[in-house]
């Protein structure tokens, strides 16, 4: 009898085995359902007239070197910027959104956000950029700052003719950069600085997707589910002799 119970402590009964196998599962389970892996989430900032509609306009009207929400460089130029209505003459599919759009004869125009830069975020800046089929696109550059500080920068792809063309920026925040907590900033710019060429842009989004980690906490309870897990199949074990 002696030795036919050593026998069944080396190979444990195939009940014994399903149940602590269960039991493994089901503190997997719960401890994945804890959030242990890190998880984020998104949300678009806000950009004051993002799609240019203020001031509302007819259709070929503008408005010089002024935007609700933007400011612009170089204003001593007549007509460097502004918000336009354009004609199906310059885009025969007019604007992406809405009925108006910026443009930009010379120079730039920006806005400073009341969002401030945060660490182990993952930024996205789209917009839409024109070339019209009367006036020329020779270069354009969008731009994403943070304190006056260039944090990413695109000058492409260019759109075709009399039509616009969406340019999408990323940029990660990392916790160790210097601009962090600093007003955000989304930067449009005729490159060509001509005033015989204009840039058009239309529909602005800024996402922010932040990365959070579990915390602390979470990892010790998952310590003390392992030790959980540890004591149940030593009492297992014991039971079984």
């Known amino acids: 009898m002696n030795i036919q119970r050593g026998t069944q402590l080396k190979h444990p009964r195939p009940d014994r085995r399903i149940s602590i196998t269960r039991t493994v599962f089901a503190i997997t389970i719960g401890l994945s359902s804890l959030g242990l892996h890190a998880t984020s989430y998104a949300a678009s900032l806000p950009i004051v007239n993002a799609g240019f509609e203020s001031p509302a306009l007819s259709d070929t009207a503008f408005t010089s070197n002024t ?6 460089t170089d204003t ?32 730039a125009i920006y806005q400073i956000l009341s969002s401030v830069l945060n660490a182990d975020t993952d930024y996205k800046l789209n917009v839409f950029v024109g070339d019209s089929l009367v006036d020329p696109l020779p270069g354009f550059a969008v731009q994403l ?6 944090l990413a920068e695109t000058t492409g792809p260019a759109p075709l003719d009399g039509s616009f063309q969406l340019i999408t920026l990323d940029y990660h925040a990392s916790a160790a950069n210097p601009s962090i907590g600093q007003e955000l900033e989304i930067w449009f710019i005729e490159s060509a600085f001509d ?14 997707v932040v990365s959070t980690v579990p915390e602390p906490e979470t990892y010790a309870m998952l310590l003390a589910g392992l ?14 002799v």
């Open 67 to 72: 935007i609700p929400g933007w400011n612009g």
């Open 76 to 107: 001593s130029a007549i007509w460097n910027f502004g918000a336009y209505n354009p004609p199906t003459g310059y885009f025969p599919e007019q604007a992406p959104e809405g009925s108006n759009v910026a443009y930009i004869e010379r120079g």
């Open 145 to 150: 700052r943070a304190g006056g500080e260039i």
């Open 195 to 208: 005033k015989s060429s204009e840039a058009y842009f239309d529909n602005v989004i800024l996402d922010a």
């Open 227 to 240: 030790g959980l897990l540890g004591f149940m199949a030593r009492r297992r074990k014991e039971l079984a």
